[in-house]
């Protein structure tokens, strides 16, 4: 490929790729600091193709728990490029790796797997309809395109659907229906106005207030055993990160089903989709529901998941997460009330969130994270601590956000 600028490049991607970025919220929004496009990563560094380095905290938008090229999973994955990647009958590893699911989710009695977590959660609402013999779901928080059904509900994490012609056809849409995080009330209106005709609440955790989990968590198990209604806890986020068996473990409320994706391979494509035996023996043999992928138990993930699974217990690597995120995002919290910005970070450390204050400034997030780029940080709105961000990056970071604010209060952006 010629050695393109970054403005050549996104010209010369999008005259084929819509976006520019097989994933929207890749494409970049801020450039000319946010890198168009990126070469490699290594630790918690990326380098970017106009040869810019950043302490990286996108994280491939959270799939990155250990860090880039990190070798535990590297080495597993070249071992079994080495035997094979994918084949006709089940790669051994496929049931091994089950297991070790098994073992370090709570609610996992049976896991199964697939390659993104939107078809996971797909596959689990399908077993819920299957299971309960209703049709309605009701939805808390983004839980991938495929499912992103209700008219109201996000298309995009912490974006709204606008569109009436977005493609999906009405009958399913009032199917669908979305709700906001710790909302009880909101819950209980939706399950009378169908007559209780919902086989499902999936629940992504929200991460300003996630904290709010501790109650609504179990207040919500015991409303959906009242009301015959599955819960599926959707920790495509919070798996293997705020604990390595997501909120289920942190909060200690067991889901029927859940998902499982982003953190768990270290960056290869897998998710897992596991839950109680008997609704997961909807999609067993005689179970009436068809789920079957052809790259479902690709052995270079599951290798990969294998050896995360095993770094994350030799490391405490969600003991190092949480630590390093409370060091740095409060640091981050101090510099920006010093600087006085509008803005917060709010959460839990393993899954910080920006959180605008009241402003006249417009797009307050959007400036600070080009003012970070431009010191050399890649931030999102929800900021990933890896395994490989070590105390001197932390300490490096904590420099270059200092930095950042300056530049934020000298308006040194332009975006
Ligand atoms: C909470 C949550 N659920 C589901 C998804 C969709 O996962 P995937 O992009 O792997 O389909 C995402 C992706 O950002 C997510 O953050």
Not at 57 to 70: A, D, E, H, K, V
Not at 193 to 199: C, L
Not at 328 to 353: I, S
Not at 365 to 380: E, H, P, R
Request: aromatic share 10%.
């Amino acid at each position: 490929m010629p050695n393109y600028t970054g403005d050549e490049y996104i010209q010369y991607s999008e005259e084929v790729l819509p976006y520019g970025s097989s994933t929207c919220s890749k494409a970049p929004s801020v450039r000319p600091f946010e890198p168009a496009a990126i070469r490699s990563g290594k630790g918690c560094r990326i380098y970017d193709i106009e040869g810019r380095v950043f302490i990286d905290y996108r994280n491939s938008l959270g799939p990155i728990t250990l860090g880039y090229q990190f070798p535990d999973t590297n080495e597993a994955i070249i071992e079994q490029l080495n035997k094979g990647i994918v084949f006709g009958n089940p790669a051994d590893i496929e049931g091994e790796v089950a297991h070790m699911l098994s073992e370090v989710i709570p609610s996992a009695e049976k896991v199964r797997f697939l390659k993104t977590g939107g078809e996971a959660v797909a596959a689990c609402i399908r077993m819920a309809r299957a299971y309960t013999g209703k049709n309605h779901i009701i939805q808390i928080g983004y839980n991938g395109w495929l499912n992103s059904l209700s008219p109201d509900g996000p298309v995009l994490p912490r974006m709204q659907n606008t569109s009436t012609r977005n493609g999906v056809p009405y009958p399913l849409a009032a199917l669908h229906h979305s709700c906001g995080f710790n909302n009880m009330p909101r819950i209980e209106e939706i399950v009378e106005e169908t007559n209780n005709e919902v086989a499902a609440i999936v629940v992504a955790a929200d991460y300003a207030t996630i904290a709010e989990g501790k109650t609504f968590y179990p207040a919500l198990r015991e409303y959906c055993d009242k009301k015959g209604i599955l819960l599926i806890f959707d920790e495509i986020v919070t798996g293997f990160r705020v604990a390595i068996g997501g909120v289920q473990e942190y909060f200690g409320v067991k889901p029927d089903l859940s998902v499982f994706a982003k953190g768990i391979a270290n960056g290869m494509p897998l998710s897992a989709y596991v839950g109680r035996k008997e609704v997961m023996s909807k999609c067993d043999r005689g179970g009436g529901v068809s789920i079957s992928s052809t790259l479902g138990g690709e052995a270079l993930s599951l290798a990969a998941c294998k050896a995360s699974i095993l770094a994350y217990k030799k490391y405490d690597v969600v003991g190092h997460i949480w630590k390093q995120g409370e060091k740095l995002w409060g640091a981050v919290n101090q510099l920006l009330e010093k600087y006085d910005l509008p803005l917060r970070m709010e959460g839990f450390a393993p899954c910080k969130t920006f959180v605008v204050q009241k402003s006249e400034i417009e797009n307050p997030i959007g400036k600070f994270f080009a003012c970070a780029f431009k010191n050399g940080v890649s931030l999102y709105n929800v900021c990933y601590v890896n395994y490989s961000h070590k105390d001197a990056d932390v300490a490096e970071t904590i420099e270059r956000l200092e930095k950042a604010c300056i530049d934020f209060n000298n308006k040194a952006y332009e975006i």
